[in-house]
């Protein structure tokens, strides 16, 4: 083949991008279309069901599972027709460009809302798309500062970090008063520890313990000697950690080994059982703040744990599985009664998206997570947040979060 | 719509593994391109977000002004290549490639501590120059085509040549007179200038950008380009980014199954063809078939 040739081979590559693109942009909008309930009314969801944020996805998928399982209870239950949904889930992978593909397809697939995604990270790149074609976003785990704000579209049920971080700092303070020298551990490759040991460092200050060495850590180590023995040569008496769960449980592991004997406070990247098979008999007694208590006394969170502990043998639910919940349990409850108001057949894609969000920040709803209702701009408005203990049986294996009053 | 954002995608894909096919023309394993590509990403996201001046009247971000983010991209990116490149292409085959990934965490590590770069969180709320990802595709693919208008055009020139001597033999090639360590510099320079280039279109299109874009994992993922595509002529890479790219998202309807099949994909190409899916000789014999009636 000659350079002439192969030189033409490329131009006719260029055009027929150009003819490709010239071509999408003038066939029918979606958006114009009556939305199609043959099958229920189409929900999407996006998790990250592989890479490595998949531990919480596949929280977050069990989470989804309840929900529609509840509402077919409920449905039965219940002689009056209610909607029904028909949930489609895409896996979100770990990356950006997955997500908004993910994004993307759902959208193009007509749904009238989006649950997900998993990352905060994610969120960034793929909640624009949704802002910008109209459809509304319940995030299920953003806990980033920013997320709402990304749009009038754009809602969350996980409250954010600033809220919930500094209450296990006061707790921790409560609990022992002569607290004297904290030092803090972070994650500084990772998104959500480094956003939230800020938080951490203030709610520190603010109680007048000013940190006295700050250790950075990666999300793939394993041996965080280093960093532990320079910390405790400044003999702190109060540790708090930003860190995903398996470096996390690692790191208080190592704490613990090294002779580390005070307090130890920890974020939300921690905030799953999936820690008590790392750190074993050396999480006990961590501190940590939680958006979601399974001791939680209300009928729907009575259900939700019954819900839960039939599909997984007896085991108690996390706080990701519970957002999921939520999320989901938001999105059919707004979908109702705005269906109530004003039937869905009658409306156009567009605009049942439009009306959906509405619905959805007008809404009070009682989750698992309490009472919740939404802010003007998409920030859920939780009443109640909670500080647990991890608490350990004697062999080590497994344990729980105890509810501190 | 999901079509359009996945040709774009595509379309960097094909990019980056044209950037690592360039060394790879004079014979240098050279695994920086993901490096070059955050730099370009960088240079967008900082002066979309940071510099009021370029985002206009508030319809839309100019044209104007992603333009100027490319022009400003490209001699920085080429900067950056010209003063490591000298050092580092002094070393070979495995040293080279491992000084190229120390140089692809450093910068990742620099971009998760420096100030401005916005941390592990990044830069986000990059503003739009195009309504929809069909203008995306078409500026992708009209880089693309231009990439490989150069690269097709440097078979038949002196440039082109002097690359091929060398990746067939260094020794002889200097013999002939060929300033090896010009040639070698000029690829990797042009290398990296087409990374910055695709970094500045992919900021804007992810709305977001991070020191996680460029990482290990993407210089191996970009290396696989070219790998499974072939690194003989320049279809075969961007065959490979076009394929590999569009691999996972194609799959989907398989479920979970479907990252497997992926791994299977990418397993058995190599083993089935080592050279990569396009060859010259595989190319002229396609050509002998076509035109015979």
Redesign the interface.
Known sequence: ?Q?GQ??R???A??AA??L???L??CGPRAEDQPLQLKGGVPVGAVLS??SNANAYGQDQQIGLKLAQAWFQQRRNANSQKALELNLRL??GGG????A??AF??L??AGVVALIGPTL??QA??AD??AQ??GVPVVAPSNT?T?IPQ?GSFISRVSAPSTEIAPLSIAKALQLTPSIKRAAVFYA????Y???ETVIFQKALTDKGLKPVTVQRTQLNDQDFQNQITSALRESPDLIVISAQAVDGGNLIRQLRELGYRGAIVVGNGMNTPNIYPICQRYCDGILIAQAYSPELDTPVNREFVALYQKAKGGAIPPQLTAQAFTAYQVVAEALQRLNKRQPLAQLSLGEARKALMAELLGGQYDTPLGEISFTSDGEVVQQRFHVAQVQMQPDGRSGRFLLLP | ???????V?M?FGALLALSVYLPLRCGQLSLATPGFYVIGGYVAALLSTRWPALSGDGAGYPLTSLALELVVAAPVAAAVALVLGRPVLQLRGIYLAIATIALVEIL?VLN??LAWSG????I??IP?PFA????Y??A???L???V??LC??L??MRLGRAMAAIRDDELAARCMGIPSADVKLTAFVISAVIAALTGVLAAHF???W????GGFDASITTLAFVVFGGSRI??GPVLGGLVITAL??LL?PVG?L??ILFGLVILLGPILFPQGLIT?ER??RL?QTLRRP
């Open positions: 083949m350079a192969r030189s081979i490329a131009v590559l260029g991008a150009a490709a693109a010239g999408a942009a069901l592989t895409e896996d990356d950006e460009a997955t908004s593909q993307n397809l959208i193009d905060s990270q960034f790149a624009p798309i910008r074609r980033a920013g990304i500084h490759d990772d998104a520890s480094t956003s | 719509m999901s079509d359009l954002s996945l040709l995608q379309g990742r998760l501590n941390g592990a969180v990044g986000f709320g739009q929809g990802p069909g203008g595709a078409l992708t693919w009209v693309l085509a231009l490989c208008w097709a055009r078979e038949a992810l709305n977001t991070n020191a996680r874009q320049w279809l996972p998202e989907r979970d479907r990252l010259p190319l002229a050509q």
